[in-house]
């Protein structure tokens, strides 16, 4: 029973992958030039490896949420924060606006709902796109400049996903 | 609005630099100065990752006899800071969030009109904090009161509590209007911060005090309340002060002048 | 004792099934009222900034005050050795918790975050009335239901009393804990008493019991069982008694604040110039919800059963308002941070609030209400809460 799911499961992944990127392809790439302009923008180095992250980012996200909150303990590793800046989608200069943005990405494959977002702003600092010299940001330009061309594969999703 | 921008946007940006200043300051006022004065810097200057003190004491000191009638200032800047909508603005102004408002009081008997912003008082003995039933509504070690709306579940007992009105439920969807440095939302109970952002970033100031500045008006000050160099203290000292309901004996962190 | 069977009601009729999905409509209602306000947040509601809880803290609070009344008839049985009250025990737990589970519905479901339910349950700040009265609850639905098995169970039969004690005195404090979220607060003129603990008590023995006294007769009229005037009666004295003591607490509380010059305005606002605020507690909850009970209770009308429901009808309704005028009332007069002076600002000081109930908010009180009729209406299907027969012959037995 399990195995006959976890198939589907896959199957359904590739499926809706390949759609994906078909979609993603065809609409980025005339528009981005010689940059690659992606839908999910991925720093190249995450604080974390990102098969961590994609376990355990809120563990160290509420941890931090944790200390900032209740401390006043502001540093940039781990700090939500840092993680929208890096990680804002360029065409929307969000993480969670758009379905196809970083976190809701992931999130709607996974049907994990989330509640960041009811009370935090999805955007930079002065949006990414809108101001790429932004102060808050300037220091992870270069990181989007040099977005790997990596992509989520189906079996890392649906091993996610359980 | 769009003119307030450059202002907290020009704010010193990477923590190096940040830290940098604070500490070149804080050495230069040390040699220069006085010891004293040193311990002030110091506590302003705070390095990010260290966690907020309660050697230090953040307060306001409100002079009312400076606060101009009709002067919005200090709203409307706080309104920029933490992006909540001023409620000229909003749809349902019974319901929109103020998390200052400036109060107009009169002595029915002589006549005597008073101005004066009200705000959280940041008590050090808060009602606020005493009746929330998951502790989301606490007290900073530096006298900052707040909400961690992680565990604010929207029961309002804060508000019922509060001797000052100082705390607004967000009514409605803000739909990702927030500001990325303050985070507030829907169902949740929120008031003044003392725009702990700025205090965490090492400003020392708050958006209120800042506006009440440059429009000449200098009727608020903010401060470490338990340094003695301080200006708010020093000011504090020579200046007879109240604090607002003194009767329920909440040791308020906002002492007001001229009432 | 052995004279007395106990029997589910049958609940196969037409009539049964109506009701239980009448009142299963009303809890759709609810539902979908709660669903309208969780999409759009309080912002269609009628509560405001001024006015933060409101029609649905009325509803709630009401009903949780009931549930801890409802058993009284219980406590009666086993905690003051009555026998006559014996066989009424059962239906008075079951309508307590069900009460309690109503209130407490409406109560979590007004929330601005009710969906952090879990949140509630996991972080706890002792010093919070709110945080101990999640704990009265939680004990009150355990203790109580502990109590039910040892009544319907005959091999725990012994440990009854030992229980129905235990209820007894928890149920006092979690009153007491009620009366307490309004007592603890130093902000509000017309709270923060020690008062309000003990006429939150007396209040729901009044209330509970007028309940009580409803379902009991529609149980037995329902379903065609002999309920005679020998039980009815002693309700009926009993009622009066609590009625009249709910009565002399809101004199004593209102003549003392009338004393302190401090409380004059506040006073002076509910009791003459508060507008339909100043109706509802004259009109509501002195008149409907006091004297008028009293009168038929006390006089020769009170021995009729038609009369005798309408006075339990109106003191259930005086109680409501009583509600409404406790908790609108108070947030309704604005907070004096400076005495003498007036006080005008963009966020309503010093302003009388004004608060207009919306439909999902009445909706969502009403499902509360539903929801225990509802779970009552069942229990009686498969449980045996309710004797055949409760008539003079039967229940003389019991007295010997």
């Known amino acids: 029973m399990a195995g006959k799911m976890k198939r589907l499961l896959a199957l359904g992944a590739v499926v809706l992958t390949t759609t994906a990127l078909a979609w993603a392809g065809s609409d980025a790439q005339p528009k981005a030039g010689g940059e690659s302009k992606r839908m999910i923008t991925k720093a190249e180095q995450c604080v974390e490896p990102t098969d961590y992250m994609r376990r355990n980012h809120m563990k160290v996200l509420n941890h931090h949420r944790d200390e900032t909150v209740i401390e006043g303990i502001r540093t940039k590793k781990y700090s939500l924060k840092e993680c929208i800046n890096c990680h804002a989608s360029e065409e929307t200069g969000s993480v969670a606006a758009a379905k196809d943005d970083f976190c809701v990405s992931c999130h709607s494959y996974a049907a994990v709902k989330i509640d960041c977002f009811d009370c935090h702003s999805t955007k930079p600092q002065g949006s990414v796109a809108m101001h790429p010299l932004n102060a808050e940001t300037a220091h992870y330009k270069h990181k989007l400049a040099a977005q790997t061309k990596s992509k989520i594969s189906a079996e890392e999703m649906a091993g996610v996903a359980q | 609005m769009s003119d307030m921008k450059p202002r907290s946007d020009s704010t010193p940006a990477s923590p190096e630099r940040r830290r940098f200043v604070g500490a070149a300051t804080a050495t230069a006022a040390g040699l220069a100065i006085a010891p004293g004065v040193m311990l002030y810097e110091v506590a302003h200057g705070r390095a990010e990752e260290q966690a907020a003190s309660s050697a230090v004491r953040w307060g306001m000191l409100v002079d009312a006899t400076k606060c101009a009638s009709g002067c919005n200032d200090c709203v409307s800047a706080c309104s920029t800071e933490n992006g909540w909508t001023p409620v000229a603005e909003s749809k349902h102004p019974k319901q929109a969030p103020q998390w200052i408002r400036k109060l107009e009081l009169q002595d029915p008997l002589t006549q005597m009109e008073t101005n004066l912003p009200m ?94 500045t440059a429009a000449g008006h200098n009727a608020l000050l903010f401060g470490d309340m338990n340094d003695p160099e301080s200006e708010i203290s020093r000011r504090l000292r020579e200046l007879p002060t109240k604090q607002v309901r003194a009767d329920l004996n909440l040791n308020l962190g906002v002492r007001y002048h001229g009432i | 004792m052995a004279s007395i069977t106990f029997r589910e009601v049958e609940g196969s009729s037409p009539k049964y099934w109506i009701l239980l999905g009448f009142l299963g409509l009303f809890v759709l209602f609810g539902a979908l009222a709660w669903n309208y306000m969780h999409h759009h947040g309080h912002v269609v509601t009628g509560m405001d900034n001024q006015i933060v809880w409101g029609l649905p803290h009325v509803f709630a609070v009401f009903l949780i005050v009931a549930a801890s009344g409802a058993l009284n008839v219980a406590s009666i049985a086993s905690v003051f050795n009555k026998p006559m009250y014996k066989p009424l025990a059962p239906l008075s737990a079951i309508l307590s918790l069900a009460l309690l589970l109503g209130g407490l519905l409406v109560l979590v479901l007004d929330l601005g975050r009710s969906d952090r339910l879990i949140v509630a349950m996991t972080n706890f700040n002792f010093k919070s009335m709110f945080t101990w009265n999640v704990f009265l609850y ?63 008590i007396i209040m729901s023995f009044a209330y509970g019991l007028a309940i009580y006294l409803m379902v009991l007769a529609a149980a037995y009229a329902w379903t065609g069982r002999a309920l005679g005037d020998a039980v009815m009666m002693r309700l009926k004295t009993l009622l009066a008694v609590f009625v009249a003591a709910v009565l002399y607490f809101v004199v004593v509380q209102h003549m003392t604040s009338l004393y302190f010059t401090k409380f004059h305005a506040v006073e002076a606002f509910i009791l003459r110039d508060g507008g339909s605020l100043t109706t509802l507690f004259w009109v509501g909850q002195i008149v409907i919800g006091c004297v008028v009970p009293l009168v038929i209770l006390l006089s020769s009308l009170g021995k009729q059963r038609t009369w005798l429901m309408i006075a339990c009808g109106l003191v259930i309704l005086g109680g409501i308002i009583q509600m409404y005028v406790t908790i609108i009332g108070a947030q309704a007069y604005p907070l004096d941070m400076f005495p003498g002076l007036t006080e005008k600002s963009s966020f309503f000081d010093g302003e009388i609030h004004t608060y207009v109930p919306s439909m999902p908010e009445f909706f969502l009180g009403l499902g509360g209400v539903a929801v225990a009729l509802l779970a009552t209406t069942f229990a009686v299907k498969v449980l045996r809460l309710l004797p055949a027969s409760l008539d003079d012959a039967s229940v003389a037995k019991l007295e010997h």
Request: charged share 15%; hydrophobic share 40%; with cysteine.
């Open chain 3, 138 to 200: 939680s004990g009150f639905f355990v203790l109580v239901g502990i109590y039910l098995w040892t009544m319907l169970d005959r091999s725990v039969k012994s440990y009854s009393k030992a229980a129905g004690t235990a209820a007894f005195i928890w149920r006092l404090t979690l009153t007491t804990g009620t009366g307490s979220l309004f007592g603890f607060l130093v902000a509000r003129e017309l709270y923060g008493t020690a008062m309000l603990a003990p006429m939150f």
């Open chain 2, 119 to 212: 705000l959280c008082q940041h008590c050090a003995e808060p009602p606020c904090v005493d009746v929330c039933p998951t502790g989301a509504s606490f007290k900073r070690a530096d006298g900052i009161v707040l909400v961690n709306r992680h565990t604010c579940i929207g029961c309002r007992y804060c508000m019922m509590a509060c001797p000052y009105k100082a705390r607004s439920l967000v009514h409605e969807p803000l739909n990702d209007t927030q500001k990325p440095d303050v985070p507030r939302g829907i169902g949740c109970v929120e008031a003044c911060t003392f725009c702990v952002q700025k205090v965490d970033r090492g400003d020392g100031n708050t958006a209120c005090a800042e506006a009440c």
